[in-house]
């Protein structure tokens, strides 16, 4: 089974690209959204953070900013969150993955958003990028509530600029194209991926564009 680690910087349409990947019926791993489980009521992560940031749970749920509020911008705080939470997602990913396996997908998917500013290529068979020319990127996520301008740059500028995360990918989605343009190259990624003896030789950039 060869995982996919799906990747994009902000703004690019990663999420609308992982869900077409799951209408394909390749499964997807979403590493946010286990953190938020863990986070939520009953979490795996609620007891052990409120032990280490006490007064950062309210309700029996980790409120995301009474939590923040203790860890941002204190790399020694966030060091110790990133030692209770990475080890319980760490393990979800591998029942993901065991899972995956054992229902014989060809492809599993691992939606990993700072993938390359993490230094975590090691962990997939494979990369796609999802990506957009700048302006619609811009355009998007000052579409967002409370985003400013301001605030989009210096999001953007802590990412790996677009044009490398494009360059060391196996695969980019231009979700720029459109919907349609972006559901046939995830189609064809999952067409190629699913080949007997698939290996990082070919790319595919654009709908029907091999890359080598």
Do not use: C
């Not at 680690?5 to 869900?19: Q, R, V, W």
């Not at 609620?46 to 980790?62: L, N, T, Y």
């Not at 740059?153 to 196996?170: F, G, S, Y």
């Not at 720029?176 to 559901?183: F, M, N, S």
């Amino acid at each position: 089974m060869i995982r996919l680690g799906l990747t994009g910087s902000i703004g690019m349409g990663k999420s609308t690209t992982a869900k077409m990947f799951e209408a394909q019926g390749a499964p997807v791993f979403d590493a946010d959204a286990e953190v938020h489980r863990l986070y939520a009521i009953g979490g795996a992560a609620v007891d052990a953070v409120e032990a280490a940031f006490p007064g950062s749970v309210r309700g029996g749920a980790i409120d995301r900013e009474a939590l923040a509020g203790q860890v941002v911008g204190k790399p020694e705080a966030l060091a110790r969150l990133e030692a209770i939470v990475h080890p319980l997602v760490a393990a979800a990913r591998e029942r993901f993955l065991e899972q995956a396996e054992s229902a014989g997908h060809a492809v599993a998917v691992l939606d990993i958003p700072l993938l390359f500013e993490a230094g975590r290529e090691d962990e997939v068979d494979a990369i796609a990028v999802v990506s957009a020319p700048h302006h619609i990127q811009r355009a998007r996520v000052l579409e967002r509530p409370g985003m400013t301008l301001e605030r989009f740059e210096a999001l953007n500028a802590r990412q790996v600029p677009d044009a490398e995360k494009r360059a060391r990918a196996d695969f980019v989605i231009d979700t720029g194209r459109g919907l349609e343009p972006a559901r046939e190259q995830v189609r064809l990624i999952l067409a190629e991926l699913s080949k007997p003896g698939w290996s990082r030789s070919a790319k595919l950039e654009g709908p029907g564009e091999a890359q080598h």
